[in-house]
Nanobody
Framework: VQLQASGGGLVQAGGSLKLPCVASGSIYDINAMGWFRQAPGKEREFVAS????????YLSGPVKGRFAISRDNAKNTVYLQMNSLKPEDTAVYYC??????????????????WGQGTQVTVAS
């Protein structure tokens, strides 16, 4: 499975960005996609995830109420809509895909495939 993330950039605090991630290749091998991020000097952290089959979406505490994850199965694409951005959201955002069990749906260990990352910088 190959993942292509895009949409990053420089935005002012309070602004919005939408990150798409397109999956290609052996997509029968995955049933969930997610987003993680890594800020300079920090460990990678979970942001959001969902399953292709529908059901609930999962969001981390720091982004709940500001970010949303959605999917377009016909396009094999997952989107991360980021609103009310804050400087602390500055990070490289990584798209991930896999077949995590429920206990791993918010853990990077549950995702086998990773994209190259896209930089999001929020200026104060």
């Amino acid at each position: 499975v190959q993942l292509q993330a895009s949409g990053g950039g420089l935005v002012q605090a309070g602004g919005s960005l939408k990150l798409p991630c397109v999956a290609s290749g052996s997509i029968y091998d995955i049933n969930a996609m997610g987003w993680f991020r890594q800020a300079p000097g920090k460990e990678r952290e979970f942001v959001a995830s969902l399953r292709y089959s529908g059901g609930p979406t999962y969001l981390s505490g720091p982004v709940k109420g500001r970010f949303a994850i959605s999917r377009d199965n016909a396009k094999n694409t997952v989107y991360l809509q980021m609103n009310s951005l804050k400087p602390e959201d500055t990070a490289v955002y990584y798209c991930a895909a896999g077949a995590p069990i429920i206990s791993q749906i918010m853990e990077d260990s549950g995702f086998k495939y990773w994209g190259q990352g896209t930089q999001v910088t929020v200026a104060s």
